[in-house]
């Protein structure tokens, strides 16, 4: 079938009909993995073909190759096609058969040749399937008939040496039958693409059936074409995506979904590329190739690349919390606030990279930073849904692109007015919330003693990696026996226990030497540790609060609710 608007062309056909067609190469293109598969893979397709051409199994349907014409690499004697999707199937089908004819002595085997030869209009042969790298020598030697020159703990020999040992549970007779139901019983769908975009279209219709493609690998793809277009290196090209890529993989700090969550954002802060809002996976690649496409020659595609690796620099400083860009005295306040933004907000570092590219000074970057969080702490206590939070950071950032610098706070202010509700309606929503042992509510409760409780007296900022949340009737004080007298203090009345116990109002910082002594203590024993904390709000609780149960922690909790309104109120 056709469909001329998505520039491809789809047909079912066997393994023979692909791969034995005269003066056609199939090459895996540089964004390619290596060939990967393992035991498991190998032994379910040996488990899938063995009995292929039986009554019960006439033939063996093995999916989708979807392949791109590559019009620089054909020439007069030979067409080539770049496997976009089933290399590593059309790689261990040409393993197989490898392996057969080795085992069956079959060098002049029709079949054979059918699968690893073609021939050139001029008759020539010419090898059918071309690999990458290190799996190109790799396969050259299993084509020669020599698999001892690889070495041993290579996928490629795995994979031969693996057939091998299958084939030689079989006579010569039932190999060469093997090959004849391979070659010629083996079903798949070839898609042939006239681009690279609507390759990405036909991904996009395997991703809604849930296979994982990556649009990442075609933005990939697209850069390399132009850098080879315009006579810049390929590898060097390559080698430097890779460094980015693995940088951004490889950093614990970084969302799961970098790189291709920090290409977006890239392209968002980036006004030259006039990305205003959120980009879908599904519309990636599009937006990439786009902003490529600005860049017309080596000089801009060698200036594309180094933005790219500039931001990342960037990028990975936000997450890690070393951003330099700021005096001394300023910087470790300004990377503590980007830390505590991040907190239970994955999304943010979209907006901060937008402020550190654009924001110069301290004291604005300080001030940007306050109205960020308070956007964040409103939005996590009114337990906005992800979707509602995400879409409010870039509506954030598209706030701060379309207005003048001098507005921004405004801009800000305006935001957190339209997506967080009241001061009423937060205090109402926090009498009763739960707060989870986390991060984010060690970031909260430190904010409220550094920021509102010790405002501008604090000289030292508190590590919150020295401190620990700290439940003042413990999680456990109603289901466990070592915690016999906090469950008189709650008439034994666990289930309401539970519904208060991660309240704000029963919770404190304390440092993590003071709260190993009393984790299990009663709460006189307790006290006598708050009273010798450094932390403010901990020392008060004795003198505040004479004993403990449920009425003091809806009083506490009134209390501090009242104080995150005052702090960060609209």
Same mark, same amino acid.
């Given at each position: 079938m056709g469909n001329s608007d998505m520039d491809l062309e789809a047909e079912e056909l066997r393994l023979i009909d692909l791969l034995g067609e005269r003066t056609r190469i199939f090459r895996v293109p540089i964004f390619q993995r290596e060939y990967k598969w393992k035991q498991k893979q190998r032994s379910e397709l040996?488990? !899938?073909?063995? @009995?292929?051409?039986?009554?019960?199994?006439?033939? $063996?349907?093995?999916?989708?190759?979807?392949?791109?014409?590559?019009?620089? %690499?054909?020439?007069?004697?030979? !067409?080539?096609?770049?496997?976009?999707d089933g290399q590593q199937r059309l790689t261990t089908f040409s393993i197989l058969v490898c392996a057969i004819r080795d085992a069956a002595d079959l060098h002049d085997n029709k079949n054979v040749e059918s699968i690893l030869t073609t021939h050139d209009k001029n008759g020539d042969e010419i090898r059918t399937l071309h690999l990458l790298d290190g799996d190109e020598e790799a396969y050259q030697h299993l084509y020669d008939g020599s698999p001892e020159l690889i070495e041993e703990d290579h996928r490629i020999r795995e994979a031969y040496d693996f057939f091998k040992q299958k084939l030689s549970d079989l006579d010569t007779d039932e190999q060469i039958d093997l090959l004849k139901n391979v070659v010629n019983n083996v079903d798949l769908v070839r898609t042939s693409?006239?681009? &690279? @975009? +609507? +390759?990405? #279209?036909?991904?996009?219709?395997?991703?809604?059936?849930?296979? +994982?493609?990556?649009?990442?690998?075609?933005?990939? @793809?697209?850069l390399l074409e132009e850098a080879s277009l315009v006579g810049l290196n390929e590898e060097?090209?390559?080698?430097?995506?890779?460094?980015?890529?693995?940088?951004?993989?490889?950093?614990? #700090?970084?969302?799961?979904?970098?790189?291709?969550?920090?290409?977006t954002h890239y392209l968002i802060v980036d006004e030259e590329y006039d990305v205003r809002s959120r980009v879908t996976t599904k519309d990636f690649y599009r937006t990439f190739a786009a902003a490529l496409d600005k860049h017309e020659g080596a000089t801009e595609i060698r200036r594309f690349i180094s933005k790219l690796e500039d931001y990342t620099d960037r990028y990975?400083?936000?997450?890690?919390?070393?951003?330099?860009?700021?005096?001394?005295?300023?910087?470790?306040?300004?990377?503590?606030? &980007?830390?505590?933004?991040?907190? %239970?907000?994955?999304? +943010?570092?979209?907006?901060? =990279?937008?402020?550190?590219?654009?924001i110069d000074t301290a004291d604005e970057m300080e001030n940007l930073l306050r109205l960020a969080n308070k956007l964040n702490v409103r939005l996590n206590l009114q337990d906005a849904a992800p979707a509602y939070h995400r879409d409010s950071m870039y509506q954030l950032v598209t706030k701060l692109i379309d207005s003048k610098q001098s507005k921004w706070e405004d801009e800000a202010e305006e935001l957190i007015k339209e997506r967080t509700v009241s001061d009423k309606q937060l205090k109402e929503i926090l009498k009763g919330r739960e707060l989870p042992n986390s991060r984010f509510t060690r970031f909260l409760l430190r904010a409220l003693e550094e920021d509102y409780y010790n405002a501008g007296s604090r000289e030292t900022r508190i590590d919150l990696d020295q401190v620990d949340l700290e439940h003042i009737a413990p999680l456990s004080s109603l289901s466990s026996e070592r915690y016999s007298t906090w469950a008189a203090v709650f008439n034994h009345n666990e289930e309401r226990f539970? $519904?208060? %116990?991660?309240?704000?109002?029963? =919770?404190?910082?304390?440092?993590?030497?003071?709260?190993?002594?009393?984790r299990n203590g009663s709460y006189a024993e307790k006290c006598a540790e708050y009273e010798q904390s450094d932390i403010t709000m901990t020392q008060r609780i004795p003198d505040n609060y004479p004993s403990w149960g449920f009425e003091t922690i809806e009083d506490r909790t009134r209390t501090i609710a009242q104080d995150i309104v005052n702090l960060w109120g609209v």
């Amino acid at each position: 079938m056709g469909n001329s608007d998505m520039d491809l062309e789809a047909e079912e056909l066997r393994l023979i009909d692909l791969l034995g067609e005269r003066t056609r190469i199939f090459r895996v293109p540089i964004f390619q993995r290596e060939y990967k598969w393992k035991q498991k893979q190998r032994s379910e397709l040996w488990d !899938d073909i063995e @009995t292929i051409g039986t009554e019960a199994k006439p033939s $063996h349907f093995v999916g989708q190759v979807i392949l791109v014409e590559d019009e620089r %690499k054909s020439d007069e004697d030979v !067409d080539t096609y770049k496997i976009v999707d089933g290399q590593q199937r059309l790689t261990t089908f040409s393993i197989l058969v490898c392996a057969i004819r080795d085992a069956a002595d079959l060098h002049d085997n029709k079949n054979v040749e059918s699968i690893l030869t073609t021939h050139d209009k001029n008759g020539d042969e010419i090898r059918t399937l071309h690999l990458l790298d290190g799996d190109e020598e790799a396969y050259q030697h299993l084509y020669d008939g020599s698999p001892e020159l690889i070495e041993e703990d290579h996928r490629i020999r795995e994979a031969y040496d693996f057939f091998k040992q299958k084939l030689s549970d079989l006579d010569t007779d039932e190999q060469i039958d093997l090959l004849k139901n391979v070659v010629n019983n083996v079903d798949l769908v070839r898609t042939s693409c006239g681009s &690279m @975009t +609507a +390759a990405y #279209q036909v991904f996009q219709t395997q991703n809604d059936r849930g296979l +994982a493609l990556s649009p990442l690998n075609l933005a990939k @793809t697209k850069l390399l074409e132009e850098a080879s277009l315009v006579g810049l290196n390929e590898e060097s090209v390559r080698r430097r995506w890779e460094n980015i890529s693995t940088r951004l993989e490889e950093n614990d #700090q970084v969302s799961s979904a970098a790189p291709r969550r920090a290409f977006t954002h890239y392209l968002i802060v980036d006004e030259e590329y006039d990305v205003r809002s959120r980009v879908t996976t599904k519309d990636f690649y599009r937006t990439f190739a786009a902003a490529l496409d600005k860049h017309e020659g080596a000089t801009e595609i060698r200036r594309f690349i180094s933005k790219l690796e500039d931001y990342t620099d960037r990028y990975i400083d936000i997450h890690e919390g070393t951003v330099r860009k700021y005096q001394r005295n300023k910087r470790s306040l300004i990377n503590d606030q &980007m830390r505590f933004f991040q907190s %239970k907000n994955s999304h +943010a570092p979209v907006v901060l =990279l937008y402020l550190v590219e654009n924001i110069d000074t301290a004291d604005e970057m300080e001030n940007l930073l306050r109205l960020a969080n308070k956007l964040n702490v409103r939005l996590n206590l009114q337990d906005a849904a992800p979707a509602y939070h995400r879409d409010s950071m870039y509506q954030l950032v598209t706030k701060l692109i379309d207005s003048k610098q001098s507005k921004w706070e405004d801009e800000a202010e305006e935001l957190i007015k339209e997506r967080t509700v009241s001061d009423k309606q937060l205090k109402e929503i926090l009498k009763g919330r739960e707060l989870p042992n986390s991060r984010f509510t060690r970031f909260l409760l430190r904010a409220l003693e550094e920021d509102y409780y010790n405002a501008g007296s604090r000289e030292t900022r508190i590590d919150l990696d020295q401190v620990d949340l700290e439940h003042i009737a413990p999680l456990s004080s109603l289901s466990s026996e070592r915690y016999s007298t906090w469950a008189a203090v709650f008439n034994h009345n666990e289930e309401r226990f539970d $519904h208060y %116990k991660s309240r704000l109002g029963n =919770l404190t910082l304390l440092a993590d030497r003071q709260n190993s002594r009393v984790r299990n203590g009663s709460y006189a024993e307790k006290c006598a540790e708050y009273e010798q904390s450094d932390i403010t709000m901990t020392q008060r609780i004795p003198d505040n609060y004479p004993s403990w149960g449920f009425e003091t922690i809806e009083d506490r909790t009134r209390t501090i609710a009242q104080d995150i309104v005052n702090l960060w109120g609209v």
